[in-house]
C-alpha cells in the first residue's frame, strides 16, 4: 500500500486533529518531526489527556505516519472496553493464567516472596480474554498487565513496569503483531544489558545509508555510538548513544530497537535517540527550567529523560562508551530474523505469548488494528525508581552495581 494511502486511512479514522510539524532549530538535524494529538470527538468519548503520538523520519510522509500511528495505537493503550473485562479471583483452572508469572521482583526485594506470590493468587484482578499463541487457544490474563490507564481500582500487581509492546497495523498482516514483539524484545534485551553492565560491542563499518546519516548528525556535533545489545535469543538489537558535548541540548541521547534485521535496527535506533531533542530543548525552558530531576524523583518518562541531559551523565556511561570492542557491520548483515523464528524461540524456551486485540472500533472500520504483545518471562522496564524490576525468568535476579545510574533507555 502506498504511503499516502496509509497516512489517509490512519486520518480518515476521525479521532487525531491535524498534524502539527515540531520547529527545526538551527543548531539541530533538519529531519521531519511532527506530534498528533486527540480532536475534541475523541476528547469526548475516550480517556485523552496524556495520549500524543510523535513521528520522526528522514521521509515526511513516514514521520506523519508514525505520528497518527503512535496517537491512535496510545489511545487504544488507555482506554479499555469495560464490557470485555470480568472481576474475579485467580481460579486454578486451564483458562486463567497464573498470577504468579508476571512477577518481577527478586527475593532480596521481597521480605516474604512466598507470602507474595500467595496473596497474588488469591487477590481479585479485572481480567481479559487474550490469545495464547504457542498452545492456540484464548486464556484470561490480569488487564492492567494490557492497559496503561483506565483501572480506578487498586490492584496488587504494579502498574509501573512495561512489560509489554503494543502496535497498529493494518487488519490481515502480522505488521501489529511482529512490531508489537519486537517491541517486547527490545526491551527485555536492553534492560538486561544495561543493568547487568554487559560488555557489548560497538559496530563499525557501516553501510552507507547509515553512515552518511552518522556524518550528518556529526555536523551538529553529535557523537553516534552504535550497540550491539542482542541477547541469547539472537534478535538483531541496538541501542544507540548519541552524545552531545556542547551543552546546547540533552547530553546522553538513547535509542533502541530490535529488528528482523540489523540495518533496519541501526537505522530507527539512530533516529529515535535524537527525535525527543528538539521538543525537549524548548520543554527545557518551562518544565526543568530551574533544576533537573534527582534519581528518587523519577517516576515517569520525562523524568528519566532530563536526568540524562546535563554533559555531567556522560561519564556514567563510560563503562559503554569508552569500550573498545567492536565488530564490524559486514559480520552482522546477513544475519535476520522472521515472526516464526521468534516463536519458535520462545517455545523452546517456554515461554508464554499472549497477543490482546485492544482495537477500539473507530480504528476497526478502517481495517485497522491494535495489538498488545505480553511475555511474561521477559525482562520489562520500569517507570519508577523505587519500583525497580529486578527480576525475569529470562535473566534470573539482577545483583545491580550500586553505583550504576538510572538507565537512560525512554
Known amino acids: 500500500m502506498r504511503l499516502t494511502n496509509i497516512l489517509n486511512r490512519l486520518e480518515s479514522v476521525g479521532l487525531s486533529n491535524s498534524i502539527q510539524a515540531i520547529p527545526y532549530i538551527t543548531d539541530e538535524p533538519k529531519i521531519p518531526g511532527f506530534l498528533c494529538f486527540a480532536n475534541k470527538i475523541a476528547e469526548q468519548k475516550y480517556i485523552t489527556d496524556e495520549v500524543f503520538g510523535q513521528g520522526y ?58 507470602d507474595h506470590v500467595e496473596n497474588s493468587k488469591k487477590s481479585r484482578y479485572l481480567w481479559m480474554k487474550v490469545k495464547d499463541v504457542l498452545n492456540n487457544k484464548d486464556v484470561f490474563i490480569p488487564a492492567q498487565m494490557i492497559f496503561i490507564r483506565g483501572f480506578e481500582e487498586e490492584f496488587p500487581i504494579r502498574l509501573e513496569r512495561i512489560t509489554t509492546g503494543g502496535a497498529l497495523g493494518i487488519k490481515g498482516t502480522d505488521h501489529a503483531m511482529s512490531y508489537g514483539l519486537l517491541e517486547v524484545l527490545e526491551r527485555d534485551a536492553c534492560m538486561g544489558a544495561y543493568l547487568q553492565k554487559t560488555p557489548v560491542k560497538k559496530i563499525i563499518d557501516l553501510p552507507p ?29 541496538i541501542a544507540v548513544i548519541t552524545v552531545d558535548r556542547t551543552g546546547v541540548g540533552a547530553a546522553i541521547n538513547v535509542g533502541s530497537k530490535a529488528a528482523y534485521t540489523y540495518n533496519y535496527a541501526i537505522e530507527r535506533a539512530i533516529l529515535e535517540s535524537i527525535q525527543c531533542r528538539r521538543v525537549a530543548r524548548i520543554e527545557r525552558e518551562t518544565k526543568y527550567s530551574r533544576e533537573l530531576p534527582h ?21 556514567d556511561l563510560d563503562f559503554w562508551l569508552n569500550n573498545n570492542d567492536t565488530v564490524s557491520y559486514k559480520r552482522l548483515a546477513s544475519h535476520q530474523s522472521n515472526l516464526d523464528a521468534i516463536i519458535n524461540t520462545l517455545q523452546i524456551k517456554k515461554f508464554n505469548l499472549f497477543v490482546a486485540d485492544i482495537t477500539l472500533p473507530e480504528l476497526a472500520t478502517q481495517g485497522c488494528e491494535v495489538l498488545k504483545v505480553i511475555v511474561p518471562e521477559l525482562h520489562p522496564l520500569f517507570l519508577s525508581e523505587d519500583a525497580k524490576s529486578l527480576f525475569s525468568t529470562h535473566y534470573g535476579t539482577m545483583q545491580i552495581d550500586k553505583i550504576l545510574e538510572p538507565y537512560p533507555f525512554t
Open 57 to 114: 523520519d528522514r521521509n515526511e510522509t513516514k514521520a506523519r505516519i508514525k505520528s497518527v500511528g503512535e496517537f491512535l495505537e496510545r489511545l487504544c493503550f488507555d482506554n479499555p472496553n469495560k464490557n470485555l473485562l470480568i472481576l474475579d479471583n485467580y481460579v486454578s483452572q486451564s483458562d486463567y493464567a497464573n498470577p504468579q508469572i508476571f512477577c518481577c521482583y527478586s527475593e532480596n526485594q521481597l521480605d516474604k516472596m512466598k
Open 209 to 237: 545509508n547509515i553512515s552518511t546519516l552518522v556524518k550528518y548528525l556529526d555536523r551538529y556535533g553529535l557523537e553516534t555510538h552504535v550497540l550491539d545489545v542482542t541477547s541469547d535469543l539472537n534478535i538483531p538489537t
Open 295 to 315: 534519581v528518587e524523583k523519577i517516576t515517569g518518562v520525562d523524568d528519566r529523560y532530563y536526568y540524562w541531559y546535563s554533559t555531567d551523565k556522560i561519564t
